[in-house]
Structure formats: C-alpha cells, structure tokens
C-alpha cells in the first residue's frame, strides 16, 4: 500500500495548485488550481491530468481563489464523483468563482472561434462551460474550522483559519500508519498578520510534514502604517491630476480590503473628491458574502461592523453590474477610482480601462497584489513601455504604482513565524512560490531552523514512510 505525497501543479511557480495524497487506500487531492500567466502557460489547463479523476476519493480544498480551485469543473468532468471538502464560506465564494470562469470560458472561446473560423481552422470548445461550473458546486460538502472529518478510519482532517481571504484554510491530516500517526500540515495560502478585516492566521500545533507557501518567501512587506501612508500619498498626487485611478484588484480579499481601508481613511485621503467605482459583478457579489459572516472578521472589523453596519459602504460608492453601465466609464476622463478584475489584468473589466486610461499621461494605476510572471500586471509592475490588449499595442503614459504592504499574503518572516510555531516538524517542502522566493525561504529556514527543507518539482513524489 502506497504512502505518499506527489505534487502536480503550484510548484516551481505561483499558481496551478495540485498535490496528490495516496494513504491507507486512498486517493486524496489537495487544491485543483488553474494554471495562470502567458497565453502559453494557460494552454496546461486543457492537458490530462496526471491521474484518473475517477480514482481519486476526495478534494480538500483551501479556498476559492482560482489557482487553487479553477479545475475543479474539469475534474468532475472527466469523471471525479467524490466529495469537494471546504470551508463553507469558502463554497459561497466557490460558486461565484467557477460560475463566473465558466463564463468567460464561453466568451473567450467565442472570440477565438471567430477569429478561428476566418482562418479555416476548426472551433474549439471551452476549458468548461458556465452550467458545467455550477454543477461541480453539487460534489461540495461544507467543514467548518476545528471541525474533524474522517476520511476513513485511518484518515482525519482539520480546517484552520489561514487569514488569506473568507474561509481559507491550512489543512492538518492525520494519517495511521503502523501504529503510529503522520502528520501532514499544508498551508495553503497565508495571510498577511495585521490586515484588517479578517483574523491572522492560526498554524495547527503540530506536525512532522510542513507543505508550505513561499509566495514572499524572498521579501519582507512594508509595514502596515507605511503602506497606508504610501496610498494616501498616492492618491494626493493623483489628485493634483485628476485622471482616473485604476486598481486592478482580486475580486475576492483584495477587493473587500481596498473598500474597508478607503472608509477607514476616507476624511484623511479626501476620498470624498473622488467617485469610487467598483466594476466586477462578481467583486459585488463577493463583498456581500464578506458582509455576511462577521464571525471570520477580527475584533476591529467586527467592532465596526456592530457599530455602523456594512464595514465596505461608502457614501461616494457606486457599484456597476452590467456592462452598459461599465462602458460608460470608459467616458470619463478623470475624478474617478475605478477597482475592477482581474487582479493581474490578464481578463475581466480591468482590460477594457486599461485601453481607455494607459496611455492618458494624467492617469494612474495602482497595482495592490501579487503579478505572476507573463500576465499585463507584471509588464506593468517591471516597467513595460507598450502593453498588448485585445491584440493591439498601446503605449503607457499613466503613472504605474506598487503597493507591495498591502499583499494578502505573508512575507518571508511571518512565513518562517507560522512554520516554526508548528511543532515536531523535521521537515519543511516549499510551494506556490517562484524558484527565487523559495530558494531564498528554503536559506533563511535552514539558518533559523533544524528543518530539512526541500523545493519539489512538477511530478515529483514524497515517500511519507520516511518521515
């Protein structure tokens, strides 16, 4: 009987997430993420996977970000008839997220099938559809933090609150083997301590086996006085201008923090001489969710929230649903902060802003997240003179600002904080990281620790009797 651990996707790279746990008979997968970045990387998601969908017996997900659950439509089509396991506030998320990848599925293949079409060449199908993604809400069982689940009885399961965005979870697994227990703790994606809204991270006691996110593994974030300092800044030479302001931002955590800091500094930033737009039907739907569970939020949000009310209403605040209404703002010149996805300005409503507002010398763009190589953020965020959207070139003439501070994930020190507050743990394997940021991680872990840390690569296997 097989005990092992195989790592098909968020190694090597940011996103993809996808690791494979073979115990006591059975098949249990970790994360199903999308693959995301250059036209070419994408271009993966549409490969087999590396094992039979069929054979696996459960998903443990961590949370609803699409490079951790985006294939999760794929998987139940090509024959996965187990349960889906996650946080519940996690599947409220979930079913936005998939439905709304399933439909730009649609739409892209759409626009490449005409352009297909005029060239002879056969049309293809999307990656999935719409309907398809709301299927695959159908195989989701809800587990809440601290909660066991017990896989079979050799196998046990618990969520911990990761600090990320709603829901996300490090997961502990618990598995018997000759009389004994592995423990396995996988990280998922780990939240920056001190962000405001949700509660920092909570690392599981203990554990032999540490699967760890190196996202920041090569960097320390700016201090949270010094970020919100450097917004304010931001937005007083924006001012001066008046062009627009445009924040591509991760309509799930990134979107919510913007709105809950813009209210907490609104007099300070003098917000009220702006228009402040929010432009992502999902982002809308997502800030009701966040809305909605106050439980997960810290003591500050939830103060402010059985003070006020909605901790993310603004009295300037307009959200657009539908696409007439975010065409219209492609009219305005300037006054107007506009948030609107994909975070890494690879899709979505952002794109179109983007070709209106980039080349307006008076205009600026803020980036708040992470920008995985290949993507238009990260042209923009290394200094790209010329962006490609839509097929065309534009020059970039607007001011391209970074806010690292204000990333949703940990940085290298609060990485090595929550590993090493795990006890027992001999060794350490790191993922979700580019090679430079683990390498860099994987070095101050051995200074600082007695770990054994390792950087798996895409196939690679992991015997856990040899833990």
């Known amino acids: 009987m097989n005990y092992d651990l195989q790592f098909f996707g968020g190694v090597a790279g940011v996103t993809g997430s996808c690791y494979l746990l073979t115990a006591g008979g059975k098949r249990v997968l970790i994360d199903c993420g999308l693959v995301q970045g250059s036209r070419d990387q994408e271009l993966k998601n ?50 936005l997220m998939l439905a709304d990848a399933g ?6 293949v759409q626009w490449q099938n005409k ?80 962000a405001p809204i949700l509660k920092d991270p909570q690392p599981p006691r203990e554990a032999d086996l540490i699967i760890m996110e190196s996202t920041y593994g090569d960097r320390l974030h700016r201090s949270w006085d010094e970020t919100w300092a450097e917004m304010g800044e931001i937005l007083s030479k924006a001012n001066s201008k008046r062009g627009n302001i445009l924040i591509p931002a991760f309509t799930i955590g990134r979107t919510q923090l913007l ?17 402040i737009v929010l432009d992502t039907p999902m982002g809308i739907s997502a800030t009701d969710i966040y809305s909605s569970h106050p439980e997960l939020f810290d003591s500050d949000a939830r103060q402010v929230y059985s003070s006020n009310g909605n901790p993310f209403d603004l009295p300037n605040f307009y959200a657009t649903k539908s696409t007439e209404e975010s065409m219209k703002l492609n009219e305005i010149n300037s006054g107007t902060i506009i948030i609107a996805g994909s975070g ?14 980039i080349s307006r010398p008076g205009a600026h763009v803020m980036i708040v997240g992470f920008q995985a190589r290949g993507t238009t953020g ?36 609060d990485l090595i904080n929550w590993c090493q507050s795990i006890k027992g743990a001999s060794q350490c394997l790191l993922v979700h990281g580019e090679p430079e940021a683990s390498a860099h991680l994987k070095t101050r872990l051995e200074q600082c620790s007695s770990l054994k840390v390792h950087c798996p690569v895409p196939g690679e296997r992991i015997d856990l009797r040899r833990l």
């Open 46 to 95: 549409r490969a087999d996977f590396d094992f039979e969908p069929q054979d696996l017996d459960a998903v443990l997900l961590t949370h609803a970000h699409l490079d951790h659950s985006g294939r999760l439509p794929i998987l139940v089509k090509k024959g996965f008839t187990g349960a889906v396991y996650a946080h519940p506030a996690t599947i409220e998320l979930c079913k």
């Open 344 to 357: 890494m300005c690879t899709g979505g409503r952002i794109k179109h802003h983007l070709k209106h507002n």
């Open 103 to 108: 439909y730009l599925n649609e739409k892209e």
């Open 115 to 194: 352009a297909r079409s005029r060239k002879g060449l056969d049309p293809i199908e999307p990656l999935y559809t719409r309907g398809e993604a709301i299927a695959t809400m159908e195989s989701f069982e809800p587990v809440e933090y601290a909660q066991q689940l017990n896989l079979s009885p050799d196998i046990e399961v618990t969520f911990y609150d990761a600090g990320h965005i709603l829901g996300s979870s490090s997961i502990h697994v618990s598995i018997a083997y000759e009389g004994a227990r592995k423990q396995i703790v996988f990280s998922g994606d780990l939240g920056n301590p001190g």
């Open 259 to 275: 709105l809950y800091t813009f209210r907490e500094h609104f007099t300070e930033w003098n917000l009220d001489a702006w228009n």
């Open 378 to 413: 990260r042209a923009l965020v290394d200094g790209a003179q010329r962006i490609r959207l839509y097929g065309e070139e534009y020059p970039v003439a607007a001011s391209v600002h970074t806010i690292g501070g204000l990333s949703a994930h940990a940085d290298q020190q």
